[in-house]
Each structure stands twice: as C-alpha cells, then as structure tokens.
C-alpha cells in the first residue's frame, strides 16, 4: 500500500491520486461483481434494472455517432451498487479512501451520499463532457463540502478515456461556479489539461469545482471506476435520492 493523499497537492491542483489504493484481491472481487452484473442484464428483475444507464438510452455523439443498435446491452452507469452486491459496502470501509476524504475536506464527521460504476465500455465507452461537480442536480448539499473518490479496476490509459483535469481550475467561490461553467462541447486547450493514467487499485480523489472530463474509450479494454460522494456529514443535502442505499452511511472507523 502506498502513502495517503497530499494534502497540499490537492488544495493546489483540485485532484490528487493515490496509488495502490485498496488490496489486489478486493480490486479483483469487485470488477468480478461489476461483471456478474454486465453479464445477467437480462435476467435483472426491474428494481435493478432501473438502476442502471445503458448505452443505447444516451445521445452516439459521445461516441462517435455509433447508434444505439450496435452497442447492445452496454451499461454506462451502474447506480447504487450496493443493492447488487454487498461487496461493494466494502469501499466504504476502505483506509485510503476514508483517511483521503479526512484530508480533502478537513472534518472529521463524513457520510455518502452515492455511489456508481461508471462504466466506458471497449470501443465505443462515450465520452465525458467537462463540468464541474458542485454544483449538481442529483446529491448535493448547499455548499461545496464534498469530494468524488474513484477507485480505479480496471486502469485508465489514454486510449481507454482517462479522466482529464485542468489543474487549478476550483479555485474559486461556490457563487462563481455558475457565472464560470463551459458551455456544452466546450474544449480546453490542450496545453492546459493534465491526464491521470492509472493502474487497477488506484484511487483518484476529485475536487467539486475542478474541471474534469475525458474521451470515449477506443480501446480494446473496459474502463470500469467505481465513484463515490462523500461529504461533511453536517452538511445536509437539498435532495436525498431515492435509489442510494448508502446515502447518509458514515465513514468515520478511523
Ligand atoms: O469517469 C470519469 O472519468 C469521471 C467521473 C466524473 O466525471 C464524475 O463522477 O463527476
């Protein structure tokens, strides 16, 4: 296991990663339960299968105009994943992750409030467009006291759609955010983004207001990171969603 999350990095640059994050064997187990799920879509009763964001139900300019009919039962988002397995709780209970949410957001008090697998399949894994976190429409409490931990799989490279940064990009007040958003189809010039490659086990802690975003997966691999919100557990949220068994859980075994 690697050291923890650098603070200072991170109150710089708006993101921080921490290598070999979790243990092999966990990493392992939970890209097996993600794929037990990719693999049964069709037996799924509906209350899961309302969990989950396919493919096909999303706009092909993310990627690259390939229609719905060719990409079959591909998911893109697997919401609530605890309610698929319970192996996925065991995120929740994870040192690097837990002592790296202390240090990004300086309490001590932290609670969920989601979690998702997000899914860019080989080929033609859609695109992100570039946005900031805070604020969002789905679990967010009035002010940005929250951070997205994303615990790599399978890895990110390049080809595969790694999630791109623009360092330095949150600085600035919750009440900018709006005035400061890209417009849809925004590009930042290249110069100005910095890619986080990774290997499967590795974490990558995600400011609320740092500009993020990343390209489709061409690759021949999946690129599966399993996202978590987690926040000042005194800081209500405006709207508690409905389908997140975690929501509230607190993560304070340290
Ligand atoms: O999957 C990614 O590359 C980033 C996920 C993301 O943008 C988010 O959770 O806000």
């Not at 893109?76 to 209970?93: C, M, Q």
């Not at 990004?104 to 609670?111: E, H, N, P, T, Y």
């Not at 967010?140 to 360092?167: E, N, Q, Y």
Request: charged share 20%; proline share 8%; net charge negative.
């Amino acid at each position: 296991m690697e050291s923890g999350l650098d603070g200072a990095a991170f109150a710089r640059d708006g993101f921080g990663i921490i290598r070999n994050a979790v243990p092999a064997p966990l990493v392992l187990a939970l890209r097996d339960a993600v794929q037990r799920v990719q693999d049964t879509v069709r037996e799924l009763p509906a209350e899961l299968r309302d969990r989950l964001t396919f493919e096909r139900d999303l706009p092909a300019s993310r990627r690259n105009g390939i229609a719905a009919p060719e990409v079959g039962d591909a998911i893109f988002i697997l919401g609530d994943p605890v309610t698929f397995d319970a192996l996925f709780w065991e995120v929740l209970r994870q040192p690097a992750i837990i002592s790296a949410a202390h240090i990004a957001l300086g309490v001590q008090d932290l609670a969920a409030h989601f979690m998702n697998v997000t899914i860019k399949h080989p080929r033609f894994g859609r695109a992100i467009g570039w946005h900031r976190d805070y604020p969002n429409g789905y679990a967010c409490p009035a002010s940005s006291c929250f951070v997205r931990a994303m615990l790599c799989l399978d890895g990110m490279s390049d080809a595969g759609g790694v999630t791109t940064f623009i360092p330095g990009s949150h600085r600035l007040d919750d009440d900018e955010v709006s005035r400061h958003s890209p417009p849809k189809g925004w590009q930042p010039p290249e110069d100005e983004t910095v890619t986080v490659c990774c290997e499967p086990g590795d974490l990558v802690l995600i400011h609320p207001k740092v500009l993020h975003g990343g390209g489709m997966n061409t690759s021949p691999s999946p690129r599966r990171n399993i996202v978590v919100q987690i926040g000042n557990a005194a800081a209500p949220l405006r709207s508690v969603p409905d389908q997140e068994a975690v929501v509230g859980y607190r993560l304070n075994t340290l």
